[in-house]
């Protein structure tokens, strides 16, 4: 591949939702630029971009994957995201190194609810939207164009209109050279410019004229031109087309059918001759260790957004070059871990295809192999400037599971396997159940899990089950008792054990945690046995009170004790504060809290009646709701352990359309009647303190 000049770049980027095609989109552009001899078919599993075998077992992308090619002597770097937003962090961190977003929309089915999402998230690049699938079933455009201006822009216009539709979509009428642009379904020849059919021309006429108010609208200069004259030259009407996709007022919409080929060269030509090169965009915003804003001093500057790990060819890192020109074998320093790495080998990808290249220029997309330490979101730079390119924040994972080895010992296998994985999706997160000391990887939803467990057992030969985690309860005392004697007194010959204190104990506030007061005076016990007695009191609030879970939210206060010269220890003291404890609680009053969840969740409006029913059936508290463009969220308190299924359940209810998200608020009293099953199901029933 030739070196190319920032000014012939075009990185965009594929969004939508699942199912709208854009791995077929992205599979038809490597046909039309010849990069490959075969048009590639999702369904088939025969794509360049989707090569792992999870993306071939669930026919859709779980992955963003990124191919480069030349197109009339122009670089196109295409980065096809997953439309599931169980992987949307991919699609997220793509949006970051492309200039434009490309939305890519079923004519069969409209816009949906993640297609709404993304052009949302997307808000900021350059947007291109592409209605596809004109040759299925059902295939409307100007229906779903309608939707489309609804649903996400008013100023949304076409640019291209089919020519047929369902199996007589065979080509397009550019409306800004009013010419038909004829295909041969499925062929990889360009298409054919011939007059627009006299039974489309009054309605492309019509269009057109439409299309140039539009981009009039946008500039002075252009609309007096056009005020005069009733028209605009093709040349003044991509100008102006181009001016108007940059600040905004108009978005483009194009006619296509990625999986025959029909009306994709279209797409690469309007990316090509209205859309920005990475010159032509701000940068991203660089800021210092602390977050604030700072100016981009180094001569090089280069952002990590993906990291792919192959067992043969090691790890490869997928960067964006925001400032500079790289050439090989240079020393960048990386911020994030500060060290230095060697790029010695630069690469440009289609899929999994690799061709070396010597140089990336500035706004350029590359991949280097080998880095020893740099992971996704790390920023490299040329000498010892401290500056920072960060990726947009992750969300906090929304389901977890506990996974338990089908072969005993595997623990620490498991452990390397995930921890390689995160190298290439960080938003997996690996945590311990502190109450069955088992491993629990939480991550976006069912699938994502999945995918990782799967690629986990093919990758690295390790096999796991999974269970649903268990809710980290904790329990508390709803009222104070005083003077409770804790006793540890043992003869057996020889020394014996001995050791006696008094406690009150009282309720603190929520949050508020544990403390411990001393109050002994006259040297009822002598000081250097008195944090023992804490000791043995926190050993004992570990273990739980009644079902097993940690005690929170109590002050302890020994008052009194009774020691002897000879026999009285540490051991004997720490085992009497367990005692004093166990007995305390036992007079307390003793409750279990439940974590409560402050959960968002955003559906079609449609599904909203069901939605509610829901969140009242899992004794959820709403809070407030919104309703905008068709979508509600509404924003409830839940207790977590009604949320453990709800990302499939939530999905059941919504075809696959809603959305929520889970943070942790605060801890409440479990309801009384649940409290004898919660003790029931509790792993870790508590037990008394051994008199050894």
């Known amino acids: 591949m030739r070196p190319y000049a920032t000014a012939e770049i075009r990185n965009f980027a594929l969004i939508g939702q699942k199912g709208t095609g854009k791995t077929s989109l992205a599979e038809a552009m490597l046909f039309s630029a010849k990069v490959t001899t075969r048009l590639g078919r999702v369904e088939d599993g025969n794509t360049m971009l989707d090569f792992e075998p999870e993306e071939h077992k669930r026919v859709s992308s779980v992955q963003s994957s990124w191919a480069t090619f ?7 770097n295409v980065l096809d995201t997953p439309g599931d937003p169980t992987f949307s962090v991919e699609m997220v961190n793509c949006l970051l190194a492309a200039e434009t977003a ?20 997307a808000e900021g690049k350059a947007r291109l939207i592409v209605i596809n699938k004109m040759g299925r079933e059902r295939a409307d455009f100007d229906k779903t164009l309608k939707d489309v201006k609804a649903k996400l822009i008013s ?21 800004l050279d009013l010419k038909a642009h004829m295909y041969k379904p499925g062929e990889q020849s360009a298409p054919v410019v011939q007059d627009v059919p006299a039974d489309l021309k009054d309605e492309a006429t019509a269009a057109r004229t439409a299309l140039l108010e539009e981009i009039a609208g946008s500039d002075e200069k252009l609309m007096e031109k056009y005020l005069e004259t009733g028209t605009l030259s093709e040349s003044e009407a991509r100008d102006g087309l181009r001016k108007a996709i940059l600040n905004g007022s108009l978005c483009p919409v194009l006619a296509v059918d990625a999986v025959t080929n029909v009306g994709v060269a279209e797409v690469m030509d309007l990316l090509l001759s209205s859309y920005p090169n990475p010159s032509q965009m701000p940068a991203p915003q660089a800021v210092d260790a602390a977050g604030n804003p700072v100016e981009m001093n180094a001569d090089v500057v280069a952002i990590m957004f993906k990291t792919l790990v192959d067992q043969r060819s090691g790890k490869m890192s997928i960067f964006k070059m925001v400032k500079g020109n790289l050439e090989k074998d240079i020393n ?3 911020v994030v871990k500060n060290g230095s790495e060697r790029l010695s080998t630069l690469m440009a990808l289609v899929g999994q295809k690799v061709e070396h290249i010597d140089r990336v220029p500035q706004g350029d997309i590359a991949a280097v192999a080998k880095l020893k330490a740099t992971d996704t979101g790390d920023t490299l730079v040329s000498g010892k400037n401290k500056i920072f390119i960060k990726l947009p924040p992750m969300p906090p994972p929304q389901i977890g599971y506990r996974l338990i080895p089908k072969n005993k010992g595997d623990d620490d296998k498991i452990s390397q396997a995930i921890h390689r994985l995160r190298e290439e999706d960080p938003s997996l997160a690996l945590s311990y159940d502190e109450l069955t000391k088992e491993m629990v990887i939480s991550g976006y939803g069912v699938a994502h899990i999945d995918v990782t467990l799967e690629k986990m057992t093919r990758k690295y030969g390790v096999q796991v089950d999974r269970a649903t985690p268990n809710v980290p309860y904790r329990e508390t005392i709803s009222k104070a008792v005083k003077n409770v004697e804790g006793k540890h007194k043992k003869q057996s010959g020889g020394r014996g054990q001995f050791g006696v204190c008094y406690i009150n104990m009282s309720p603190r506030k929520r949050g508020e945690g544990y403390k411990f007061v001393d109050s002994i005076f006259g040297g009822a016990i002598p000081r250097n046995f008195i944090p023992a007695v804490d000791k043995g009191v926190q050993e004992a609030l570990g273990r739980g009170g009644i079902a097993g879970y940690p005690v929170v939210d109590l002050e302890v206060e020994v008052i009194d004790g009774k020691y002897h010269d000879v026999d009285s220890s540490e051991l004997a003291f720490k085992i009497a504060g367990s005692k004093a404890f166990q007995a305390a609680a036992k007079a307390s009053g003793m409750i279990i809290l439940e974590p409560i969840m402050n959960v968002e969740v955003s559906v079609p409006e449609e599904n909203m009646g069901d939605v509610m029913g829901d969140i009242n059936g899992r004794r959820g508290r709403v809070l407030g709701m919104d309703t905008q463009d068709g979508i509600s969220t509404v924003k409830a308190m839940l207790p977590m352990a009604e949320m453990l299924n709800y990302a499939p359940d939530l999905k059941s209810m919504t075809q696959g359309r809603g959305v929520f998200t889970m943070v942790m608020s605060h801890y409440d009293p479990v309801p009384t009647h649940l409290m004898d099953k919660v003790i029931q199901n509790s792993p870790n029933k508590p037990h008394a303190e051994e008199e050894d």
């Open 155 to 175: 100023s949304a216009a076409p640019v291209t209109l089919p020519i047929g539709s369902e199996a007589t979509f065979t080509g397009v009428v550019d409306l």
């Open 70 to 76: 030349d197109w009339k002597k122009n670089k196109l």
């Open 102 to 121: 490309v939305i890519v929309v079923s004519a069969s089915d409209g816009v949906e609810q993640q297609t709404q999402r993304v052009f949302r998230r």
């Open 332 to 334: 960048l320093e990386n």
